[in-house]
């Protein structure tokens, strides 16, 4: 009874710091005293150095041509969400437009994935449907994928509506993220996606009220086996967005079972389970490292951190370590 009530107990802690963080990732109070704040800004910056590449579109590029090199293919994000100014939107684009540029150089199949409130989706959303055209136009020739992400429900509608939108004039070179924790997603899948299209399946990171979405659970593992099974029926492209090791091997299963596996990628985040990445790829399986860079770091090391909360220990002896680890290599050398 005693370990059943300190497990209970340990669950329900995990929960509520999870929820803390989601919470405090939202405080512009607590990120601006950070920005100003040397000494701590300095401190998170070194745990968010595990699983952001750098603030500098270079820092990301050289990353990705190293895990390149190891086999994995990639996913490129300039940080950034909820941009309030139509002059800070622009600024996005021109720094997406350049990694397109660069990226498109020498890695055809590279994918570079940002989220719409980062060009324009609070403003307008014909203005967000510009700016992804724009991009798209650029991308396309020069082989490069773009992905839109997900954000909290209440954006879904307008995320959507671009997608699209978008996706009619250029159905080879963008996708879309789906969250299975909501509750209408299966629905939005059925509605929303054109055959053949490009889609991104997660659990979802977001804090949202149960009313419409689903706790982590055996409930919503299936409910995610569900969507990746019937866009594969669609035949569509899909990248399995989990680092949970007991889905992926479910998946596994019925993908080559199936024989559907073709179509099907695995998709890890940076600085999360680089050894699972480095297991599938040792399987054969396709595997793509997603890479983030930029300033605004904070609300994607809260996240992490929130997502899976024993990252915490992590974080606090990354923040204390005297030494600079080399993650990338954790991805190329074999256990």
Known sequence: MNTINTSAHSESMEKQLADALKSVARRLDIKEYIDRDPVMNQLLKKAADRYVTGEQRQQALHTA????SAGYAVSLEYIGE???????CEQAVQELSALIREAGV?????????????IGLLLDTELALRHLLELAQQAEPVGIELFISMEESAKTDRILSV?????RQYPDNIGITLQAQLHRTPEDAVAQLPAGARVRIVKGAYQEPESISMPRSEALDTRYVELVEYVLQQGCRVSVAT???ALIDRMLEI?????ADRYAEYELLYGIRPEL????????????????????????????????PPNL??????????????????????N
């Open 255 to 259: 993908l080559q079972t199936a024989g």
């Open 163 to 167: 997608y699209t939108r978008a996706v």
């Open 277 to 308: 990445s480095r297991r599938l790829l040792d399987r054969g399986q396709p595997v793509r490292i997603y890479l983030t860079y930029g300033h605004e770091w904070y609300l994607y090391l809260c996240h992490r951190i929130a997502e899976y």
């Open 106 to 118: 020498d890695r055809k199949g590279a994918r570079v994935s940002f989220d719409l409130s980062h």
């Open 82 to 88: 909820n941009t309030q100014s139509a002059e800070e």
């Open 313 to 334: 220990f992590q974080a606090v002896i990354d923040i204390l370590s005297e030494e600079q680890p080399d993650f990338v290599r954790s991805y190329i050398e074999k």
């Open 243 to 245: 680092h949970d090791e």
């Open 65 to 68: 041509r190293e895990l390149e």
